[in-house]
């Protein structure tokens, strides 16, 4: 595999079902999770971009205290 075009991501095992339950029912046909990543990545990035590359308001750590 050529390295300087794909990278592998680390997803817990929740994110992991729902990407495999999307990549198998979302679209009209099965496609590959890497394809789904690839196509929700790119609607999110396009949105942002034509937001005017505003911050998202998202904190992944809600109990974390500096």
Request: charged content about 35%; hydrophobic content about 35%; some cysteine.
């Given at each position: ?27 009209l ?24 590359w ?13």
């Amino acid at each position: 595999m050529n390295t300087d075009k794909f990278k592998s991501i680390a997803l817990n095992a929740e994110t992991y079902k729902r990407l495999r339950e999307m990549s198998d029912k979302c679209f009209l046909m099965p496609i590959s999770m890497a394809k789904t990543s690839e196509f929700l990545i790119e609607r999110a990035y396009n949105n942002w971009k034509d937001t005017g590359w505003k911050e998202v308001e998202f904190n992944p750590y809600p109990d974390f205290k500096k």
